[in-house]
């Protein structure tokens, strides 16, 4: 049982552990994703990048991308840079700021996203299946509630 400081209430002890476990989870998750995309010369970092453009249906910059999944804007940048000298995304002119350009997706980077997440159904169907949709549904709207009170209150 891990050490709690006497003036931690009750919630703040529970909110310590989920943290803990959600940063076991994530280290496991990231072991899971190099063995399942193993082949596909997709790492976890280019995953997570073509599934948040995916799922972001819109023209980001590199600065909204880095703020939405919580990484550096350095960070993205590279990532974004090295994906698309593979042809994976390209660079669009953003007419608000000629300086942020819009990264997208191109048609090889959505083939690439569809043929990973081919193997990412099967290995998330495995999981979910001793889970209540409820009880994820829930966990998913706790988690996002506990970042956005983190982001704003700094």
Not at 11 to 26: C, G, Y
Not at 77 to 88: P, Y
Not at 129 to 137: A, H, M, P, R, S
């Amino acid at each position: 049982m891990p050490f709690y400081h006497s003036k931690k209430t009750p919630a703040s002890n529970a909110l310590s552990d989920l943290i803990r476990s959600v940063i076991r989870m994530n280290a496991t998750v990231q072991k899971s994703g190099t063995r399942l995309m193993r082949g596909t010369g997709i790492t976890n970092a280019r995953w997570q990048m073509l599934t948040e453009l995916f799922a972001l249906e819109k023209r980001v910059t590199v600065s909204e991308l880095a703020r939405h999944i919580g990484l550096t804007r350095q960070a993205v940048q590279r990532l974004a840079d090295d994906t698309a000298k593979d042809g994976l995304v390209e660079f669009a002119e953003n007419p608000s700021d000629a300086r942020a350009m819009h990264l997208l997706l191109t048609e090889a980077g959505r083939a690439m996203y569809h043929d990973a997440l081919e193997r990412e159904w099967q290995w998330a169907n495995g999981i979910a299946e001793d889970f209540d949709v409820e009880e994820i549904t829930c966990a998913v709207a706790l988690l996002e509630a506990i970042t956005k009170k983190i982001q704003t209150d700094g």
